[in-house]
């Protein structure tokens, strides 16, 4: 597909997700291996994945790095004693979860990133927003996620962008109560799936599309990146995720409400540059896993220079807290 196809390192990608965890072997971003178990209780997800990269190091495929997405909160600070840890998740029994260490034994470098940041770099690199420094993936699906990379970097700072807990303006007749259990109705409590479902009593993926919930989920999604848009800048801003994936009249439904949204106002964005700005994943389900590659690429180039990454190199930071 790319030089890096041919050229890249191998190494060992793991996307830790709400409903579903994924290990690859990747070589470029070709994959090479994979293994796909539901994300049950932390224990025997992580084992299923540990021993699963166990096989392919003991199989002599000489991963180089390890890169690791998962669903947040996470610590992303290397100096701090949650770096490693879902830290205030509201999934049950995953608070407070180490899902670094369990990877710390394979004596390569390991590289942790929110699973929507790494989907956004493995956007960055071979999808929808290849060519961009500054640039946004919205993941719609259990939650709502949103990663963010300005400079080529992933923003981590304070923590890592929540931004799917925003509240947004919501339109006059819509009064459901949301289910995201710290805000009630923020962005994830109001358009995720499982909030669509409280809404309607169906599965989203069941809903028809001219179901009166989608113009509400488009409105408030519109708001969502709008706000993006206006604090961010970003040059693209990537909607992924299983919610309405595939559904060319959400985009289209979305970047209208940007447009009246902005109402003009940003240099460049009329309706052709909203069309430019507001895309559909290019990478769909491997978003995730190959975001992980991508992590884990950053790790295995120059672990030193990879500061956009939280990277931890062996002797790793939990081995020397005891
Ligand atoms: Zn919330």
């Known amino acids: 597909m790319n030089d890096d196809a041919e050229t890249g390192p191998t190494v060992v990608g793991v996307e830790l997700g ?49 890169g690791i997405g998962s669903f947040g909160p996470v610590g992303l600070d290397p100096g701090r004693d949650d770096y490693g840890h879902v830290t205030t998740t509201p999934k049950a029994g ?34 929808a927003s290849r060519g961009c420094t500054d640039h946004v993936y919205i993941t719609i699906g259990t939650g709502v996620g949103v990663g963010i990379v300005a400079g080529g970097r992933p923003v981590h700072g304070l923590v890592h962008p929540e931004a ?34 409280a809404r309607t009593g169906t599965p989203a993926e069941a809903l028809a599309p001219d179901h009166p919930v989608w113009r ?24 992924g ?13 979305i970047r209208d409400a940007v447009a009246r949204n902005l109402a003009g106002y940003v240099a460049g964005l009329d309706d052709d540059g909203i069309a430019s700005l507001v895309r559909p994943a290019a990478l769909g389900h491997d978003a995730g896993p190959l975001g992980t ?9 120059v672990p030193s220079a990879s500061p956009g990454v939280s990277v931890a190199v062996t002797p790793q930071p939990w081995e020397s807290r005891g």
């Open 18 to 66: 709400g409903t579903k965890a994924i290990a690859v072997l990747a070589r470029g971003d070709r994959i090479l291996d994979r293994l796909r178990v539901p994300t049950t209780e932390p224990g025997s997800t992580l084992g299923a994945l540990v021993e699963r990269v166990t096989g392919w190091f003991a199989a002599d495929r000489a991963p180089e790095a390890i």
């Open 94 to 127: 995953w608070s407070d979860v180490d899902v670094v260490g369990p990877f710390s034994g394979f004596g390569v470098p390991v590289a942790f990133e929110t699973d929507v940041a790494a989907a956004a770099l493995a956007e960055g690199r071979w999808g």
């Open 164 to 197: 799917g807990h925003l509240r947004v303006r919501r339109r006059g007749d819509d009064t459901f109560s949301g289910t995201c259990p710290y805000h009630g109705d923020c962005i994830e409590g109001l358009a995720s799936g499982p909030a669509i479902a």
């Open 216 to 239: 509400d989920v488009v409105a408030e999604l519109g708001e969502l990146v709008t706000s993006l848009t206006l604090t961010v800048s970003p040059q693209r801003i990537v909607l």
């Open 241 to 253: 995720g299983g919610v309405g994936a595939g559904r060319a009249d959400l985009v289209e439904g």
């Open 293 to 301: 590659v991508a992590v884990a690429q950053s790790a295995a180039h």
